[in-house]
């Protein structure tokens, strides 16, 4: 009998890829992934430590999951209970302290390591079951395996091939962070710049398309800043890497990538965009703020004018690019000017989705420490002022959309019988009456619906050999 593994997955595109990497890493041991939490052998919380209450949400779902342990225990059964990510990362030691009983905390950089501590846990487990302490069967004070190193060694290295599926895909080619904005836990969680080999990501890459990926994610908390080692030895930027794969994978029809930093989108990058069609004309690019006082106190190193530069030669190499961003209201000190040079900044360049926060001071970040902190209720305020705005901007761009014919991937069944779920290059869900054989593929789709975050359209006449949708240039679908 297989063993039944569920993976809570909070935060970001990252925490999904380590999620999927960490249930391949347990498959040889025998665990299938369960979307039954209730009756998992082994429970993994990978957690987000960047906003709010991160850690209180993982000690309150850390005491569910051990009385649902303590009610499998009833049956004979039992559990194994991990933490892994950045709050594990950031507070592994108050996670120990805290709940005795816990099996494993490891941080993101660590679990390669987790067959092995899986089995550690295993033994552990059994030995105190059957030797019943005076406290019930659960031990008091911490047995559990602690791992939040940040080793020599590179997990990448270590990771059994990925036995993701489906028509896209995440792959991660970087990750950590050495900018330092002061309001960011991320250089902390997750450590320094690092940048996998182009050989091993290529290797992936190719893995995954041959699994039926026909659009690859490409990940890092700051991916245009990659600078892995190349074939020939030299140092490649994200731009040769894209090239690389749009041409060296047969089969990959759309590249992505995410969180890119406005520092570092060079002039090689930008030309990619106009020069290689697999590049979808869709990029995130988190500004912040639009006030350069504020971004100088971000340590952003760069002004709004800037980006806006940025901005302007993106649309010139690509000029139906769209954009997307992260917008931060309520950093410390932000005055109502500096709201409104951020609103400016926004109707000036006009985004087809945004997500948008209020500041939430970091435990031992330069930030938190600041005085001045904006009151809640302003930035409730300037929150609610922002999202109408990126809301009504997000509207546009879809309605814009109706009456084009889009090349749309197709991913998974949609809500109704009958109907598929894709994305458009810009990243809008689209759904269309199509048989489940254009599951993978790349139909033009002529937009006929504008739902509220959705479109809905049908096939036309005007479809390219199976699999091998490489489309014109559309026209651009935001004035
Ligand atoms: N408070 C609010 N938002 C934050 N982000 C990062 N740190 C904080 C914080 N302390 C936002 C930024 C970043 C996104 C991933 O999360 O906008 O781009
Ligand atoms: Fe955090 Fe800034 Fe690094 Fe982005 S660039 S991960 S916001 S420190």
């Known amino acids: 009998m297989g063993k ?10 990252m925490n999904v890829y380590d999620s999927a990497r960490m249930a391949d890493l347990l498959a040889p ?12 052998d082994m429970v993994i919380l990978n957690t987000c430590h960047i906003r709010e209450k991160a850690a209180d949400k993982t000690f309150s779902e850390l005491g569910r999951l051990r009385a649902q342990r303590h009610e499998r225990q009833q049956a004979g059964k039992d559990t194994i209970i991990a933490v892994a990510g950045c709050v594990a990362q950031a507070e592994g030691a108050e996670i120990m302290r805290r709940v005795p ?7 993101p950089q660590t679990y390669h390591r987790l067959p092995e501590m899986v089995a550690r846990a295993t033994r552990a487990r059994a030995q105190k079951l059957m030797q019943p302490s005076a406290f019930g069967g659960e031990r008091k004070f911490g047995a559990g395996i602690l791992d939040t190193d940040f080793p020599p060694e590179s997990k990448f290295d270590f990771l059994p091939e990925t036995t993701t599926e489906g028509s896209t895909a995440f792959l991660a080619i970087q990750e950590g962070c050495d900018k330092f904005c002061t309001f960011c836990v991320v250089p902390y969680t997750r450590g320094a710049e690092f940048s996998r080999p182009v050989a091993q990501i290529a290797a992936e890459a190719r893995h995954l398309v041959a699994r039926g990926a026909r659009e690859i994610t490409l990940l890092g908390q700051n991916v245009n800043a990659y600078h892995g080692e190349g074939p020939d030895g030299a140092t490649w930027s994200l731009a040769r890497l894209v090239r690389y794969l749009a041409d060296e994978v047969p089969d990959l029809l759309r ?3 995410t969180t890119s930093h406005p520092r570092d989108m060079d002039d090689a990058l930008i030309a990619a965009h106009g020069e290689l069609p697999q590049l979808m004309p869709f990029l995130h690019l988190p500004v912040q703020s639009g006030s350069d006082r504020i971004l100088a106190e971000m340590n ?19 000029p139906d690019l769209a954009l997307s ?4 209201v309520g950093f410390p000190g932000e005055s109502d000017a500096d709201h409104r040079a951020t ?8 985004f087809a989705q945004s997500f948008s926060f209020k500041y939430s001071a970091r435990p031992g970040t330069p930030a938190a420490m600041l005085e001045k902190q904006v ?17 009504s901007q997000l509207m546009a761009f879809n309605r814009a959309t109706v009456g084009k014919r889009v090349p749309v991937l197709f991913e998974r069944a949609g809500k109704r019988p009958g109907q598929l779920t894709g994305k458009s290059p810009w990243l809008q869900p689209v759904h269309a009456n199509l048989s489940a054989d254009c599951l993978g593929r790349e139909i033009e789709i002529e937009i006929t619906e504008l739902g509220h975050y959705s479109l809905g359209g049908q096939p036309t006449d005007h479809q390219p050999a199976a699999g091998h949708a490489v489309f014109d240039q559309p026209e651009r679908a935001i004035a």
């Open 101 to 107: 009983d816990i099996d494993i905390v490891l941080g």
């Open 343 to 350: 609103l400016r900044l926004i109707e000036e360049i006009g």
């Open 29 to 40: 041991l025998g665990y299938g992934l369960t979307e039954d939490q209730s009756d998992a």
């Open 255 to 257: 590249i992505r990538y």
């Open 325 to 328: 961003s992260d917008f931060i």
């Open 300 to 318: 952003r190193q760069h002004t709004a004018d800037h980006f806006r530069r940025i901005v302007d030669r993106l649309r010139k190499a690509r």
């Open 375 to 391: 009151p809640v209720a302003v930035m409730d305020a300037r929150l609610q002022e922002m999202q109408a705005l990126l809301e």
């Open 4 to 13: 039944k593994l569920f993976i809570k997955t909070y935060g970001c595109q």
